[in-house]
């Protein structure tokens, strides 16, 4: 509420990190993560947020949630191998959050065994400057 609707995603993301930290949330934000298709290394991604070491949080800041959006959480959370993702969009007055549950294993592909890479638990010691608890400079 305080920041309303008109700014970049990267200013949310980094407002989000501000208030995750200081509840006590653990989380990382621009993570990394391998893509795989039938069982080769074709590209890597970064999330927008990971946060309580397995949350997926990709933010948005439109008019409106489009079905391209909830399509696009779904691709990470199988690429990350994880179960829950949400969706935010600060592009209106007031929030809009979206939950999005995959079962975990699920390949992109039916065809491929379901070996994507499990996500490592972020850390709050991490040497990556973007995780909670560094400093932001």
């Known amino acids: 509420r305080q920041l309303g609707p008109g700014f970049v995603e990267s200013v949310y993301q980094r ?3 501000l208030e995750l930290t200081a509840r006590g949330i653990i989380h990382s ?3 990394d993560i391998e893509i795989f298709y039938r069982g080769s290394r074709v590209g890597h991604h970064r999330l927008d947020l ?3 070491g397995g949350i997926v949080v990709e933010l948005k800041a439109v008019r409106a949630f489009e079905a391209v959006h909830f399509a696009q959480v779904r691709s990470y959370l ?3 191998n994880l179960p829950i993702g949400l969706l935010l969009n600060f ?3 007031r929030l809009t959050v979206k939950r999005i549950i995959t079962r975990r ?3 992109i592909d ?3 065994p379901p070996s994507l890479p499990t996500f490592p638990r972020p850390s709050v010691s991490s040497a990556n400057p973007r995780t909670s608890g560094a400093s932001e400079g």
């Open 110 to 112: 039916s065809s491929d």
């Open 15 to 17: 407002a989000l990190g």
């Open 105 to 107: 294993g699920v390949s």
């Open 29 to 31: 934000r621009e993570c």
């Open 50 to 52: 990971v946060a309580d």
């Open 78 to 80: 199988r690429a990350a």
């Open 91 to 93: 592009g209106l007055p």
